[in-house]
């Protein structure tokens, strides 16, 4: 593979305090920012605005206040300010706190002169973000869409920035006017980078403005912080908002231009241009799924499947070559030279997209977003009969983790095992389980091949053949580590991956060998794997599964009895207290009370306790355990989800009754 290809993903690193640093060591210096030349008072007044705002707001208001007295500052110097390095930070986060007359005087200034702005390293994030901000201002609350894409969580968070600027212009209410000017912005800007695409395609900073207004032609919101990179994560945490029709016809162009142009060829091999195929395929995924499947099998057969010529090059270079070497050389052969050898035969021709990181990570997005057909004809071209090298490849296992997650027809997810199968253990030693981890997962998707994933992994940690060994598995399969290597090891550690293969093995048709593993350990081990982060999430697999019985879920509660107040005193504890009490019976909640109460001052002493005490009134038990059970059944039962679950409730008190 190339160089780029061969290098890795590197995390992005938080820049906000740099930022500040070396602003303020450079204005020592006497300059004040990059871009537009500013005094020394407008850089003093500025570099302590984002001082402020770093210091953080009381409330809205006062977010408020200083947009507009910020942006008051500006007025008649807007595009010389906003080119500047340290003013387009300031502006760019304070933009979606101004009134309406500050915003529409700057979608007029800024619309004088779009084309040099658009290019502009700094006044071209002030004009992307005010195209987001138009857009949140022109639909309003009423549009946004509910999403049932991401799991649903219970707790909600504390807001971020980027969530109390969105409620903001979501909720304030604007007059009809601005929000229209506000929807004509965004659509002059759609048009005007749809006219230009010849001079944006590769331009690095219009390139950002032009995938933006994509995403808001289609009703797809994504934040944009300043100090910090978008990516990857953007498909995770995008909303969408109901547009108007107009605008999905002008999104459409986009893609209908591109694909006739002959240089589309080499578009994901190109960093900006890469990047802004991937952001069309996931504006088509809501606005046109047809046109989703004709774009993405033309990016497929013109540019994914293109033969890799720096390869051939090479090739023809060493048929070439002629080498004349020792005779030491050649009577002793290093076994590292052999290896490498070896490994070049084993490898499979591979086509151009999997030696450029450009391309991969469009080939992800395409995945992601893909339908039944089109992921199969992908799977057939791209990975079939390559599989096994991919995901034994740092740049590449994450593309076979992104077809196995999305991976729809089971013919084909049967042939992604049949390949992987023997290469399990091989994973595991290189450190790439999350192919693993995706394998399972896709086995209960699909439910398919699920005995033969629980073998394969029995064979990879060696605990087959020997009833000992065997019921080492659970232990084995949380640590990600063979049975010989489990021996000398005695940590509490639970591994991320290996914890969500146990959770979906829990969850499968015939989960009960790995069952009884867990059930056959001590309670003081268990207890300290539940207590751990990744090992917490196990009881809730454990507690959920539809293929596990009552009476294993009865006995797992019973055996950790003893354990209860130190799983109460722990922020991830606390929650493994709560599964097990949601599913005991009443019996059972009579004797975690009791042994609660009977600790309350160690209880009382962590703050998690405290909240353990106050949510099931355990004050109360002290005082009477009848009184305390009626008061709790009434507590706990508005937090069901619905009516639906009173029936199932009945019910089950029914046959509790014949049963006894």
Same mark, same amino acid.
């Given at each position: 593979?190339?160089?780029e290809?061969?290098?890795?993903?590197?995390?992005?690193?938080?820049?906000?305090?740099?930022?500040?640093?070396?602003?303020?060591?450079f204005?020592?210096q006497?300059?004040?920012?990059?871009?537009?030349?500013?005094?020394?008072?407008?850089?003093?007044?500025?570099?302590?605005?984002l001082?402020a705002?770093?210091?953080g707001?009381?409330?809205?208001?006062?977010?408020?206040?200083?947009?507009?007295?910020?942006?008051?500052?500006?007025?008649?110097?807007?595009?010389?300010?906003?080119?500047? +390095?340290?003013?387009?930070?300031?502006?760019?986060?304070?933009?979606?706190?101004?009134?309406?007359?500050?915003?529409?005087?700057?979608?007029?200034?800024?619309?004088?002169g779009?084309?040099?702005l658009?290019?502009?390293?700094?006044?071209?994030?002030?004009?992307?973000?005010?195209?987001?901000?138009?857009?949140?201002?022109?639909?309003?609350?009423?549009?946004?869409?509910?999403?049932?894409?991401?799991?649903?969580?219970?707790?909600?968070?504390?807001?971020?920035?980027?969530?109390?600027?969105?409620?903001y212009?979501?909720?304030?209410?604007?007059s009809d006017?601005?929000?229209?000017?506000?929807?004509?912005?965004?659509?002059?800007?759609?048009?005007?980078?749809?006219?230009?695409?010849?001079d944006?395609?590769?331009?690095?900073?219009?390139s950002?403005?032009?995938r933006t207004?994509?995403?808001c032609?289609?009703?797809?919101?994504?934040?944009?912080?300043?100090?910090?990179?978008?990516?990857?994560?953007?498909?995770?945490?995008?909303?969408l908002?109901?547009?108007?029709?107009?605008w999905?016809?002008?999104m459409?162009?986009?893609?209908?231009?591109?694909?006739?142009?002959?240089?589309?060829?080499?578009?994901?091999?190109?960093?900006?241009?890469?990047?802004?195929?991937?952001?069309?395929?996931?504006?088509?995924?809501?606005?046109?799924?047809?046109?989703?499947?004709?774009?993405?099998k033309?990016?497929?057969?013109?540019?994914?499947?293109?033969?890799?010529?720096?390869?051939?090059?090479?090739?023809?270079?060493?048929?070439?070559?002629?080498?004349?070497?020792?005779?030491?050389?050649?009577?002793?052969?290093?076994?590292?030279?052999?290896?490498?050898?070896?490994?070049?035969?084993?490898?499979?021709?591979?086509?151009?997209?999997?030696?450029?990181?450009?391309?991969?990570?469009?080939?992800?997005?395409?995945?992601?977003?893909?339908?039944?057909?089109l992921?199969?004809?992908?799977?057939?071209?791209?990975?079939?009969?390559?599989?096994?090298?991919?995901?034994?490849?740092?740049?590449?296992?994450?593309?076979?983790?992104?077809?196995?997650q999305?991976?729809?027809?089971?013919?084909?997810?049967?042939?992604?095992?049949?390949?992987? +199968?023997?290469?399990?253990?091989?994973?595991?030693?290189?450190?790439?389980?999350?192919?693993?981890?995706?394998?399972?997962?896709?086995?209960?998707?699909?439910?398919?091949?699920?005995?033969?994933?629980i073998?394969?992994?029995?064979?990879?940690?060696?605990v087959?053949?020997?009833k000992?060994?065997?019921?080492?598995?659970?232990?084995c399969?949380?640590?990600?580590?063979?049975?010989?290597?489990?021996?000398?090891?005695?940590s509490?550690?639970?591994?991320?991956?290996?914890?969500?293969?146990?959770?979906?093995?829990?969850?499968?048709?015939?989960?009960i060998?790995?069952?009884?593993?867990?059930?056959?350990?001590?309670?003081?081990?268990?207890?300290?794997?539940?207590?751990?982060?990744?090992?917490?999430?196990?009881?809730?697999?454990?507690m959920?599964?539809?293929?596990?019985?009552?009476?294993?879920r009865?006995?797992?509660?019973?055996?950790?009895?003893?354990f209860?107040?130190?799983?109460?005193?722990?922020r991830?504890?606390?929650?493994?207290?709560? +599964?097990?009490?949601?599913?005991? +019976?009443?019996?059972?909640?009579?004797?975690?009370?009791?042994?609660?109460t009977?600790?309350?001052?160690?209880?009382?002493?962590?703050?998690?306790?405290?909240?353990?005490?106050?949510?099931?009134r355990?004050?109360?038990?002290?005082?009477?355990?009848?009184?305390?059970?009626?008061?709790l059944?009434?507590?706990?039962?508005?937090?069901?989800?619905?009516?639906?679950?009173?029936?199932?409730?009945?019910?089950?008190?029914?046959?509790?009754?014949?049963?006894?």
């Amino acid at each position: 593979m190339q160089t780029e290809g061969n290098a890795k993903r590197k995390r992005p690193k938080k820049k906000g305090n740099r930022f500040m640093r070396n602003a303020k060591g450079f204005a020592k210096q006497g300059i004040f920012g990059r871009g537009t030349h500013i005094d020394d008072e407008q850089f003093s007044y500025f570099i302590n605005i984002l001082d402020a705002m770093k210091a953080g707001f009381e409330d809205v208001e006062e977010r408020v206040n200083m947009a507009n007295n910020v942006f008051e500052q500006t007025n008649d110097q807007e595009i010389h300010l906003a080119s500047n +390095q340290i003013v387009s930070k300031a502006l760019e986060s304070l933009i979606g706190f101004v009134d309406n007359e500050q915003l529409e005087r700057y979608f007029n200034k800024f619309g004088e002169g779009l084309r040099p702005l658009c290019s502009d390293r700094f006044a071209s994030h002030v004009l992307q973000k005010m195209l987001e901000i138009a857009f949140l201002r022109g639909l309003g609350k009423a549009a946004a869409q509910e999403v049932s894409d991401g799991p649903t969580t219970t707790k909600r968070a504390k807001p971020d920035a980027a969530q109390i600027e969105e409620e903001y212009n979501l909720e304030t209410d604007f007059s009809d006017d601005h929000r229209e000017k506000c929807r004509q912005f965004v659509l002059r800007i759609s048009k005007f980078m749809l006219n230009n695409l010849e001079d944006f395609v590769w331009d690095t900073c219009a390139s950002h403005i032009m995938r933006t207004a994509i995403l808001c032609l289609v009703g797809m919101h994504v934040p944009k912080i300043a100090f910090e990179k978008g990516g990857a994560e953007m498909a995770k945490h995008r909303k969408l908002y109901t547009v108007p029709e107009d605008w999905h016809e002008v999104m459409k162009e986009f893609p209908q231009r591109l694909e006739m142009w002959p240089q589309f060829v080499d578009f994901p091999y190109q960093e900006h241009s890469s990047a802004l195929l991937g952001v069309i395929c996931l504006a088509l995924s809501v606005a046109d799924k047809s046109l989703l499947k004709h774009f993405g099998k033309k990016i497929l057969v013109q540019s994914l499947l293109k033969a890799n010529e720096e390869n051939e090059d090479a090739e023809e270079k060493k048929e070439t070559k002629i080498e004349i070497k020792d005779d030491e050389e050649e009577e002793k052969p290093t076994e590292e030279k052999e290896q490498s050898t070896e490994e070049k035969k084993d490898a499979p021709v591979l086509p151009k997209v999997f030696h450029h990181q450009s391309s991969v990570i469009l080939l992800e997005t395409i995945l992601s977003v893909a339908g039944a057909k089109l992921l199969t004809q992908l799977y057939a071209m791209l990975f079939s009969g390559r599989v096994a090298y991919l995901a034994k490849q740092q740049q590449t296992n994450f593309s076979v983790q992104r077809l196995l997650q999305h991976i729809k027809e089971v013919t084909d997810f049967e042939g992604v095992f049949t390949e992987l +199968q023997p290469h399990v253990e091989e994973l595991l030693k290189m450190g790439y389980t999350g192919v693993v981890s995706a394998l399972s997962a896709a086995c209960l998707r699909l439910a398919s091949k699920q005995a033969q994933m629980i073998a394969v992994l029995q064979s990879s940690l060696h605990v087959t053949g020997d009833k000992e060994k065997a019921k080492l598995f659970f232990n084995c399969l949380i640590k990600l580590k063979p049975s010989e290597v489990l021996a000398s090891d005695e940590s509490g550690f639970v591994h991320l991956h290996g914890s969500l293969i146990a959770q979906h093995v829990l969850q499968f048709n015939k989960p009960i060998f790995l069952v009884n593993c867990i059930l056959d350990l001590p309670a003081a081990q268990l207890a300290q794997i539940f207590n751990t982060p990744n090992g917490s999430h196990i009881v809730d697999a454990f507690m959920q599964s539809k293929f596990i019985g009552e009476k294993s879920r009865e006995r797992l509660i019973r055996q950790l009895d003893g354990f209860y107040v130190d799983l109460a005193i722990t922020r991830h504890g606390s929650r493994v207290l709560e +599964q097990c009490f949601k599913a005991s +019976q009443e019996a059972q909640q009579l004797r975690i009370a009791k042994e609660l109460t009977a600790k309350t001052n160690m209880l009382k002493g962590s703050p998690f306790g405290r909240l353990i005490y106050a949510k099931y009134r355990l004050e109360t038990y002290n005082l009477s355990p009848t009184q305390w059970q009626a008061s709790l059944s009434k507590q706990l039962d508005p937090e069901q989800p619905g009516t639906k679950r009173k029936p199932a409730k009945t019910a089950a008190e029914a046959f509790k009754d014949i049963l006894s």
